[in-house]
């Protein structure tokens, strides 16, 4: 559960920065839903983790596991997900609508299972990365296309949130999980 820490800190940090996020005011149900560990910059940190008499923070959070392991630096995750962020925004506008909208209804079918659901989408990335011309690492193309579409279908289906969150965060674990390692 560790190693997946990462990408959902990497993920979240990368929506809450991103511009043109419509759904920016549901990003903190991930983390009371536990989908997400509590990250001392975002926004619902401080309102929703008391800090006890011990100094530690409230016990079921800890209890948990929802607070950060030590070995995942914030600060940094923080700096890279702005960084993936602007590149996004440029990637943003490559990004044909059929393409989300096509994601969309994979992510609306409860038939299809979350290893076919992953596997749509990283079809789609794989498709994208190659349709959309860029001097960058084939990883880092990846890695933002995949947050990307994640952006779109929440902007376009707000209510599918927790479902292409918890996708892209396996597809990016399974498939970049040591380029993200080399990154932080």
Not at 153 to 163: D, E, F, G, V, Y
Request: hydrophobic share 40%; glycine share 6%.
């Amino acid at each position: 559960n560790g190693s997946v820490q990462m990408e959902c800190a990497l993920l979240y940090t990368f929506l809450e920065v991103s511009s043109d996020c419509k759904f920016r005011e549901q990003l903190p149900s991930l983390q009371s839903q536990g989908i997400v560990p509590f990250l001392k910059g975002s926004s619902c940190y401080d309102d929703e983790v008391e800090l006890q008499t011990d100094g530690n923070r409230s016990g079921h959070l800890q209890n948990g596991g929802l607070v950060f392991d030590p070995e995942v630096n914030e600060e940094v995750v923080r700096i890279i997900a702005a960084q993936l962020a602007e590149i996004g925004d440029q990637f943003d506008k490559e990004i044909k609508a059929r393409v989300v909208n096509d994601l969309v209804q994979h992510f609306l079918n409860e038939n299809l299972s979350g290893e076919e659901i992953t596997r749509r989408m990283s079809e789609a990335v794989e498709g994208l990365a190659r349709a959309i011309p860029s001097d960058m690492e084939q990883e880092k193309a990846m890695l933002v296309l995949a947050m990307v579409l994640t952006k779109k279908i929440a902007n376009t289906m707000p209510s599918l949130l927790r479902r292409v969150f918890s996708t892209t965060v396996n597809y990016i674990s399974q498939q970049l999980h040591n380029y993200i390692v080399r990154m932080v």
